[in-house]
T-cell receptor
Framework: KNQVEQSPQSLIILEGKNCTLQ??????????LRWYKQDTGRGPVSLTI?????NTKSNGRYTATLDADTKQSSLHITASQLSDSASYIC??????????FGAGTTVTVRA | DAGVTQSPTHLIKTRGQQVTLRCSPI?????VSWYQQVLGQGPQFIFQ???????GRGNFPDRFSARQFPNYSSELNVNALLLGDSALYLC????????????FGPGTRLTVT
């Protein structure tokens, strides 16, 4: 069973709207939690990285939150743009540093 | 400064053949990791090398092997290819270990027929 579960699997939003992606994990203890953006056929690009003691981290229109008590993280995209269409992957780094990846949420932004 | 580069971009192999994928890390990065990403899934960790030594291995059979060279570039070898090995193979580099930011290359798309 995957130790990192993401939801929804996919979503479609209109340009300019906001959306929130969820990540639940069972990996414990962990060193950090990261969100990556992956365009189709390309390698993932880091958006945010948070240690277990951080609650929130922003990168432009992307804001990640972390609740280490409930083992949940979210990624909020504000004022979506067409270029936000991609897969967003949640990655948890356990203390043995063998990264655990979620399956990703595919976001499609429509004009 | 150039990012992580991988070669080839795409390749097609037949079941039972062997394949070698190559990765050049960002200049100054000493750690290289390999990941397999099957279509529709997140990447799965295969190997991590740091300073030319294997520092981590995921749940992959012995058909998968890798090495890191003195210039920190790396090769991933897969023997006796199976249809299920068809995937995007990603390489990532970091200054040191996996706890540092990972910078991914564009990947090599392997198709096994």
């Amino acid at each position: 069973k995957n130790q990192v579960e993401q939801s929804p699997q996919s979503l479609i939003i209109l340009e300019g709207k906001n959306c929130t992606l969820q990540c639940n994990y069972t990996v414990s203890p962990f060193s950090n939690l990261r969100w990556y953006k992956q365009d189709t056929g390309r390698g993932p690009v880091s958006l945010t990285i948070m240690t277990f003691s951080e609650n929130t981290k922003s990168n432009g229109r992307y804001t990640a939150t972390l609740d280490a008590d409930t083992k949940q993280s979210s990624l909020h995209i504000t004022a979506s743009q067409l270029s936000d269409s991609a897969s967003y992957i949640c990655v948890v780094t356990p203390n043995d540093y063998k990264l655990s990846f979620g399956a990703g949420t595919t976001v499609t932004v429509r004009a | 400064d150039a990012g992580v580069t991988q070669s080839p971009t795409h390749l097609i192999k037949t079941r039972g053949q062997q394949v070698t994928l190559r990765c050049s890390p960002i200049s100054g990065h000493k750690s290289v990791s390999w990941y397999q990403q099957v279509l529709g899934q997140g990447p799965q960790f295969i190997f991590q090398y740091y300073e030319k030594e294997e520092r981590g291995r995921g749940n992959f059979p012995d058909r998968f092997s890798a090495r890191q060279f003195p210039n920190y570039s790396s090769e991933l070898n897969v023997n006796a290819l199976l249809l299920g090995d068809s995937a995007l193979y990603l390489c990532a580099s970091s200054p040191q270990g996996l706890h540092y930011e990972q910078y991914f290359g564009p990947g090599t798309r392997l198709t096994v027929t």
